[in-house]
């Protein structure tokens, strides 16, 4: 039997907890009060039916395991059997999974499992061109928390699905210092230690420049772990990674498009973050093919 957790991503960890929720708030979101009245209305309760999910354009795909999760809470006796997993990278044509049972529960879960399936492929798959325009390179492609309120989990989950990596998660998981929390402190060398004294020992402490003068501070502070190079143009990276001389990890941030990232991978930084990947992923068209 096909489970959610069988299609992950083999080296992408997404808890079950949080698919269980999003299944659980995405059907609720579909079924109202009443239900599938269509379904309902038209199609005889014993009728089966037999469909395959199919891929109609080539990708990574993403989210599988919240398809699985959608027919299997609607019945949990219907028939799923998974041709890829999570990761994969498929043409256009291909069968990514099929199901057979009860037709009413087919057909109901059928816009809430796709949904799902649409917008974490298009992640994956924003993600995987960011990731192949820098084969080769040190540099690692990150998200954001520029995510879709409620999708977080999700969301990063696609992104470590087409070969990128996870900026933090929340305010909670790592101490960025951004502009505005520099100039309330005020500065660099305040803020960096206020920062230091309260973070624990496992806690890294990153800021954000917009300026090499800024950087300079902050080097001089030796109080960074990391530091966020703010829409700052090919020749200013580079210049910032020779200043910085491996002393802090260098995140470039703003402004890095598909068609830059290659040249700002060629500067030395060692990451760049893109909110892109995730508010701007066109949706990865995939379709539930029913048999007549």
């Known amino acids: 039997m096909t489970s959610p957790s069988s299609l992950l991503h083999p080296d992408a960890f997404l808890s079950p907890l949080a698919i269980d929720e999003a299944v659980t708030r995405a059907l609720d979101e579909d079924l109202g009060r009443a239900g599938d009245i269509t379904s309902i209305a038209t199609i005889p309760e014993a009728t089966k039916a037999h469909a395959a999910m199919v891929a109609r354009q080539a990708g990574v795909i993403a989210g599988l395991p919240l398809a699985v999760s959608v027919f299997r809470t609607l019945c949990p006796d219907i028939s799923l059997q ?18 057979s049972g ?23 798959t924003s993600t995987s061109h960011y990731v192949r325009k820098t084969s080769g390179t040190q540099l690692r492609i990150c ?32 101490i960025l210092i951004k502009d505005n929390h520099i100039a309330v402190a005020g500065g660099i060398a305040p803020v960096l230690e206020r920062a230091r004294a309260h973070a624990g020992h496992l806690v890294k402490v990153e800021i954000e420049v917009d300026t090499l003068a800024q950087l300079r501070e ?3 502070t030796g109080l960074a772990d990391a530091v966020l190079l703010d829409n700052m143009d090919l020749a200013t990276l580079s210049k910032a990674v020779k200043m910085a001389q491996g002393r802090v990890v260098l995140e470039a941030s ?14 030395g930084v060692d990451y760049v973050s893109s909110g892109g990947l995730t508010h701007s992923a066109p949706n990865f068209d995939v379709a539930l093919d029913i048999d007549a």
């Open 82 to 99: 998974a041709h890829v997993r999570d990761g994969a990278v498929v043409a256009a044509g291909a069968h990514l999974m099929t199901i």
């Open 218 to 220: 902050v080097l001089d």
């Open 254 to 267: 703003g402004g890095v498009t598909l068609d830059s990232v290659a040249e700002t991978a060629a500067t």
């Open 102 to 124: 009860p037709a009413r529960a087919v057909l109901t879960g059928e816009r809430t499992a796709l949904n799902f399936v649409g917008r974490l492929s298009g992640v994956a």
């Open 143 to 174: 998200c954001t928390r520029k995510t879709t309120p409620g999708l977080r989990a999700l969301e990063k989950y696609a992104v470590r699905c087409g070969g990128g990596f996870n900026h933090r998660f929340g305010l909670d998981d790592a």
